[in-house]
């Protein structure tokens, strides 16, 4: 995005209007209880496209937030935001992600949060587990899962040499010998970004061609 006027072009939320129901407030992390308490809008000039500067009200704790967001000058009924401030813990993962891969990698993050960093390099590779398992990987273990969908061209080499990393990581924590080092808070932190990375990889750059395609074939410009 080159400009705040591309928001909302190229990708975001369903409808041409603010998903209330999809933002979380950042000071009691109550999901969906907003109301517009202000809006000012700003036209793009020799333009139809409109960006919002909503100021929304929680109906919990009475906390704001203001939400800058747009809906597409096209008519694919798509619009997106972004919202500060913004909360500083993670209590969902993307919706497009599987359910199953967004449980494991939703604990990783809690254990990060409670600095478990063992708990969380476990979690970190189970979630890996279950995204290769769930993309069609076959094996007796997870190193050969990663490597089968390495084979196949799933995923790229750089990818393919970090998830070995995940595993030997996880598997350290998974399965501890006596005296044995604790996992590194930095390392936990890196692998369980890493999983971001792939899952982004894996689904949400697929969710989000998809979507373009579905606006392109309905014709909008």
Not at 19 to 42: H, W
Not at 55 to 69: E, K, N
Not at 143 to 166: A, C, F, T
Request: glycine residues 8%; aromatic residues 10%; neutral net charge.
């Amino acid at each position: 995005m080159k400009s705040w006027w591309d928001l909302g072009e190229w990708s975001g939320q369903h409808g041409d209007t603010l998903a209330l129901y999809q933002i979380t407030c950042p000071f009691c992390m109550e999901r969906g209880n907003f109301s517009v308490a202000f809006d000012a809008e700003k036209k793009k000039p020799n333009g139809s496209k409109v960006l919002h500067f909503s100021t929304l009200q929680c109906g919990s704790c009475a906390g704001y937030v203001m939400a800058l967001w747009s809906a597409t000058s096209s008519h694919s009924n798509m619009h997106d935001y972004r919202v500060l401030p913004w909360p500083q813990r993670i209590d969902k993962a993307p919706e497009e992600w599987p359910p199953d891969v967004g449980r494991y990698w939703l604990q990783a993050h809690r254990s990060l949060r409670d600095e478990n960093w063992d708990a969380a390099a476990v979690m970190a590779r189970s979630s890996l587990q279950i995204s290769l398992r769930e993309q069609g990987a076959t094996g007796n273990n997870l190193k050969q899962e990663i490597d089968d969908l390495g084979n196949k061209g799933l995923i790229p080499p750089v990818m393919r040499d970090w998830s070995h990393e995940v595993r030997e990581l996880g598997n350290d924590s998974a399965h501890p010998t006596p005296g044995q080092a604790a996992t590194s808070p930095r390392d936990a932190k890196d692998i369980v970004q890493f999983t971001h990375y792939l899952f982004e990889y894996l689904y949400t750059i697929p969710h989000r061609i998809a979507g373009y395609r579905a606006r392109r074939s309905g014709g909008a410009t």
